[in-house]
């Protein structure tokens, strides 16, 4: 039973990555053109300045796939591989939750696990650090935002399961509708603590040092040196459209593995007793028989 | 995303279904388990942080160059 729930997961998640690669390829791209359009022209209008100052040329990186092979290749098999790694998390959560979350159908709770996954990989994440397309983010800064990037992640999921955790904990006392709530706000609480100790990237010392002390990385207005602008910040729409399908992206990632997963997990755990046989397995017989068999 | 074990009062159409039978008993589920998780942190590390932070391939910057733009897409810091 728990290599098909690991087998299903994979599935849903390669259904979820290949349609989130299909809406990624139709929105996102335009926008990362956009924004490599930007980079490009800032990196000459730098060059220019520098040449005036006498700064000697950057020595640019040699292009290891073009920008079609990124585009089409490079980001399908990274969405349809995240998703199948996110599909795989996916089961593995499920199955830790079967039985453990209180009288919930096998489709619920394929759902339930999925807006879980959302939460703790994506959204929670993007609320103290947001996706960035090409051109903004400082190379000085990489290994401390990967670093801090992945300790956001990993705190959201530690406190998500927590959370739920304590839900259950509390539902002999409160009652299932407050243990909930409870359990939400404890995880408000605790990772709005950790959201208020981890520094902003623009805070970093490094850029504070190279740019001053602003919010985030997000490139200002190139200036000469007596302070003309010779060339725009970061257009704000480009920023905000390619925040804006990166969330729906993950919505339609997430979504897919829990609508997918949904109805195999109902077929196989909670066979309905007069149907029609469908995948009939010994699960489907008998008050909570062993389901690990298989 | 907590106890939400909604409607136990009311019976739904499929409320004499059977219980969903609590998974993980035993040892070979628990490595099977681990093994898919190890297995799908790895890809994830790779989509999100290999050649970026750090790098398992030293100076090589294929993967990162190849996946870049789900990269940033998926959220993950970049460049
Ligand atoms: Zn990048």
């Given amino acids: 039973m728990v290599k098909r729930i690991i087998g299903r997961g994979l599935l849903a998640g390669a259904v979820a990555g290949l349609l989130a690669f299909a809406f990624a390829r139709i929105f996102a791209e ?12 800032r990196d000459a209008a730098q060059e220019a300045l520098n040449k005036a100052a006498g700064i000697p040329p ?24 995240f998703g199948m790694a ?34 703790g990989f994506y959204l929670v994440p993007f609320v103290k650090y ?27 999921i530690v406190f998500l399961a927590a959370a739920v ?6 539902k002999p006392r409160f009652g299932n509708w407050n243990a909930t709530l409870l359990g939400a706000a404890a995880y408000v609480v605790a990772i709005g603590v950790v959201m208020a100790l981890l520094p902003s990237l623009g805070h970093l010392s490094d850029n504070v040092q190279l740019y001053g002390r ?20 970061f257009p704000a729409d480009v920023l905000f459209a390619f925040r804006l399908y990166s969330l729906a992206a993950q919505l339609v990632l997430w979504g897919t593995i829990g609508l997918v997963f949904a109805p195999m ?21 008998g008050p909570a028989p062993d389901p690990v068999t298989t | 995303m907590s106890s ?71 959220g993950f810091p970049c460049h």
């Fill in chain 1, 58 to 81: 950057d020595m640019a990186d040699p292009d290891l796939f073009s920008r079609t092979v990124q585009a089409d290749v490079g980001l399908g098999v990274g969405m349809v591989f």
């Fill in chain 1, 165 to 170: 955790w304590l839900g259950q904990r509390l």
């Fill in chain 2, 4 to 74: 939400l074990s909604a409607s136990a009062a009311t019976p739904t159409p499929e409320a004499d279904a059977p219980a969903v039978p609590v998974a993980v008993p035993n040892a070979r589920a628990a490595l099977l388990l681990i093994g898919t998780a190890v297995l799908a942190l790895a890809v994830y590390y790779f989509i999100g942080v290999d050649q970026g932070a750090t790098s398992v391939f030293g100076n090589d910057m294929h993967v990162h160059e190849f996946v870049h733009d789900a990269r940033h897409f998926l």
């Fill in chain 1, 265 to 285: 997990a109902q077929r196989l755990l909670q066979p309905a007793p007069a149907g029609p046989p469908t995948s009939a397995t010994p699960a489907a017989s």
């Fill in chain 1, 130 to 156: 947001p996706p960035n397309p090409p051109a903004i983010g400082h190379p000085e800064t990489i290994q401390q935002r990967g670093s801090l990037y992945l300790v956001m992640v990993l705190c959201s």
């Fill in chain 1, 214 to 233: 602003h919010a985030t990385e997000t490139p200002l207005p190139l200036t000469d040196k007596q302070g003309n602008i010779v060339y725009p910040g």
């Fill in chain 1, 86 to 119: 996110m599909g795989a998390l996916f089961a593995v959560a499920y199955l830790l939750c079967l039985g453990r979350t209180g009288r919930l159908q096998a489709r619920t709770l394929s759902l339930l696990v999925a807006g879980g996954g959302l939460l």
């Fill in chain 1, 30 to 41: 335009p926008q990362i053109n956009k924004a490599i359009a930007y980079e490009s022209g």
